[in-house]
Nanobody, 125 residues
Framework: VQVVESGGGLVQAGGSLRLSCASSGFRFDDYAIDWFRQAPGKEREGVAC????????YYVDSVKGRFTVSADNAKNTVYLQMNNLKPEDTAVYYC???????????????????WGQGTQVTVSS
């Protein structure tokens, strides 16, 4: 099982980025994919999650209305479209998934078994 993030970078406040999480080694549609982020000195937090079978999406309050999570099953890839970025969105962003199929989105890092290496997002003011 492998998940690999890409798409991070430096952007000005108000700008946009799209992160990608390319997956392999498992039946993609059967697994929830969660996006987490971790800023320096802070705990890792769940940001957005798309459920197995892609029926639902969940967001932390601080990104609702600005971030959108979506999936392309043909490419085994989940995207995180981030609009109206703010300096407080600066963090390393990770995607993660479970070992067990059809596990639910929880936003709790300890519930996830497979992680990517992370991609840095920096928002300047």
């Amino acid at each position: 099982v492998q998940v690999v993030e890409s798409g991070g970078g430096l952007v000005q406040a108000g700008g946009s980025l799209r992160l990608s999480c390319a997956s392999s080694g498992f039946r993609f549609d059967d697994y929830a994919i969660d996006w987490f982020r971790q800023a320096p000195g802070k705990e890792r937090e769940g940001v957005a999650c798309i459920s197995s079978r892609r029926r639902s999406a969940y967001y932390v309050d601080s990104v609702k209305g600005r971030f959108t999570v979506s999936a392309d099953n043909a490419k085994n890839t989940v995207y995180l479209q981030m609009n109206n970025l703010k300096p407080e969105d600066t963090a390393v962003y990770y995607c993660a998934t479970h070992r067990i199929a059809r596990s639910i989105c929880t936003g709790v890092p300890d519930d996830y078994d497979y992680w990517g290496q992370g991609t840095q997002v920096t928002v300047s003011s």
